[in-house]
């Protein structure tokens, strides 16, 4: 299975998320694409079997803006797609990802898997949750 998984991270939080999703992709046998949002290739994204976005909240209840830039341009591909969300946040309540999951539903994807948030930087329990959501996010 094909599976990208793109992302940004300011200081180093979702980054940090990401890596952990990307082991236990890797560890469970999945063709991992990883990259930045700034980095990705659209096309070889959308041709993946699944896509995993990460973005922390930024602004207010927004998504970072290579995110924001790179998700516009593919949102139109998405229609049937399985697509898993994630990222850290801190004052919040996770509404930059509740949007982002409406504007997936919008977009026709299926949500891989609930989308996962962690309050700043993730510590060892929390990088456990994201192998988890990971290998739930791919099934
Ligand atoms: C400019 C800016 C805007 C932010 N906006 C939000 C926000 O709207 N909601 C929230 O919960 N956290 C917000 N945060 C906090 C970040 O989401 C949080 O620090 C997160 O851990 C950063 O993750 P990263 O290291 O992957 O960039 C903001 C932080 C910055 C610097």
Not at 23 to 28: H, I, R, T, W
Not at 50 to 59: C, H, Q, T
Not at 114 to 121: D, G, K, N, T
């Amino acid at each position: 299975m094909k599976v990208a998984l793109v992302y940004a991270s300011t200081t180093g939080n979702t980054e940090a998320m990401a890596k952990a999703i990307c082991e236990a992709l890797k560890a469970s046998g999945a063709d991992v694409l990883c990259s930045t949002a700034a980095d990705a290739d659209k096309a070889a994204v959308t041709a993946c079997d699944v896509i995993l976005l990460g973005s922390p909240a930024m602004g207010a209840e927004e998504l970072e803006e290579s995110v924001e830039s790179f998700y516009t341009g593919i949102e139109g591909s998405l229609g049937g797609k399985k697509v898993g969300i994630f990222g850290s946040y801190d004052w919040g309540d996770g509404q930059w990802l509740r949007d982002w999951k409406d504007r997936l539903s919008g977009a026709g994807a299926v949500v891989a898997s609930e989308p996962l948030m962690v309050h700043l930087e993730p510590g060892d329990a929390e990088i456990e949750q994201c192998k988890a959501w990971a290998a739930s996010a791919i099934k």
